[in-house]
């Protein structure tokens, strides 16, 4: 992987911008919903001001009496959003300091975003070049009131499902349905994939909880202009999200679809991991957070995390209605299309391929993926062959070729296939793999949720 080689632009964009401030938030009912607009400032160069809106649907009444009724513990949310959402615009500068004006952070929280924000972030230090540590890398200086924890009036025992469009959070949403569990779809800036997988699982979706999310313009001119960017901790800003949306329904549970694999480095030797904030440490960390400084009253936790990806994919070949609905390519999330030539992609082909054969596979991305010689580049990097996985949220090497594998084992499906070739003489194949749940692996799930997991692998 060729890296980007700009550490001086790194020292000279501190230098001249030594201070980012976070100003505050307005936050009030609108005809929408719930409106929110953050002020974040690098002074001598620019202002941002990004929007949010928790959208009314079906349950105005109800949102409104809970955002009332809880209006302290919202504003301490919102506050918290905005420390997740400042990094997007920080990265810009990289300034050595950050200021908050709007309340008071312990030592023990500024630690705890030095910890997410430099972890959060080592995709961006790496691509960009930028050589520099946890302690070294930022201070945060804060001023205003303390954060107070509060409980949460009103919050039963249902179920939040943020929905992303792809297999995981088909497979979180269905097996819970199908425990009746009360529960919610829950969408940040609804697309095609993530529509049709609520409407796929037979729920209506005007039900479903969403969000409108936007980047100030002003940070795409910068981008333009060449100030530095690159990836951030897009599923801990979904963390934070989840808990004003948790509030907002009255429904104390909060179920991702964060499975084991992303608790593997993306550079081996290394702590950078793109999937960061979706690992057990992040989710035990937040865990800890928000019951020490927002609310005790939500429980965060991954429905998947026992699972490897083999076994998701095990569960998701089965459930056909999503098979034509989901999405897990970033090129065409805009068109809510596969792009058939990107990481996501092939490794969702390879996985699907394991289980459902190749043909099937092929005919659900709109590409014989395995067959094409230019993916070697890509194919390499998810089973190892190379030095480095791809920065995306993939399986990790042991899944891809065990799964390669399991295709090779079925005479019908190999034919003469590109990169079985590739993958047969640099590889070999894999072991089978015991797709009962481990129980060493860590999470956070009830017996009877981890039940539900177990029933659906038999």
């Not at 230090?125 to 009103?154: A, L, P």
């Not at 792809?166 to 994939?193: C, H």
């Not at 030539?341 to 394991?354: G, V």
């Amino acid at each position: 992987m060729q890296l980007s080689d700009q550490p001086e632009n790194f020292e000279t964009l501190r230098n001249k911008f030594p201070e980012f401030h976070y100003d505050g938030f307005q936050a009030g009912i609108t005809n929408e919903g719930l409106r929110i607009e953050f002020s974040f400032r690098i002074n001598g160069l620019t202002d941002f001001h990004p929007v949010s809106v928790f959208h009314f649907g079906n349950h105005k009444e109800a949102f409104i009496r809970n955002y009332h009724a809880n209006k302290a513990a919202a504003d301490n949310i919102i506050f918290h959003i905005g420390l997740i959402e400042l990094i997007s615009y920080w990265k810009s500068t990289c300034s050595p300091v950050i200021n908050i004006h709007t309340n008071k952070l312990t030592d023990q929280q500024s630690n705890w975003w030095k910890k997410l924000y430099f972890n959060g972030l080592g995709e961006f230090f790496y691509i960009n070049g930028i050589q520099t540590s946890i302690d070294d890398f930022v201070e945060i200086k804060s001023s205003g009131d303390k954060t107070e924890i509060q409980s949460i009036d009103g919050i039963g025992d249902g179920f939040l499902v943020p929905i992303g469009g792809g297999k995981d959070s088909a497979v979180t949403l269905e097996l819970l349905k199908r425990d009746n569990k009360t529960l919610r779809p829950l969408i940040i800036n609804p697309r095609g994939a993530t529509i049709h997988t609520v409407t796929a699982a037979g729920l209506d979706y005007s039900d479903a909880f969403t969000i409108s999310r936007s980047i100030d313009p002003e940070l795409l001119r910068l981008n333009n202009l060449g100030y530095l960017n690159g990836h951030t901790p897009f599923s801990a800003m979904l963390a934070f999200y989840t808990l004003l949306a948790s509030l907002l329904n009255g429904y104390s549970n909060i179920a991702l679809s964060n499975e084991s694999s992303a608790n593997e480095v993306t550079i081996p030797g290394t702590n950078i991991n793109h999937q960061y904030s979706k690992s057990i440490e992040f989710e035990d960390d937040f865990r800890w957070y928000y019951s020490n400084f927002i609310s005790p009253s939500f429980n965060y936790f991954s429905f998947l995390r026992p699972l490897n990806e083999l076994q998701i994919v095990s569960i998701f070949s089965g459930l056909e209605n999503y098979h034509q609905v989901f999405r897990s390519c970033n090129v065409g999330s805009k068109t809510d299309s596969w792009c058939g030539k990107c990481s996501k992609c092939l490794f969702t082909s390879i996985m699907l391929s394991a289980f459902n054969g190749t043909e099937y596979a092929s005919r659900i991305i709109g590409a014989d993926m395995l067959n094409d010689a230019e993916l070697i580049p890509v194919f390499d990097e998810l089973t190892g062959i190379a030095e480095n996985k791809p920065f995306e949220c993939v399986g990790t090497l042991e899944d891809v070729n065990i799964a390669m594998s399991m295709i090779a084992r079925n005479d019908s499906e190999r034919k003469n296939l590109v990169l079985m070739d590739r993958f047969l003489n640099l590889k070999g194949l894999s072991e089978e793999k015991n797709l009962r749940i481990s129980e060493a692996e860590g999470h956070n799930l009830s017996p009877a949720l981890l039940g539900l997991l177990k029933k659906a692998l038999r």
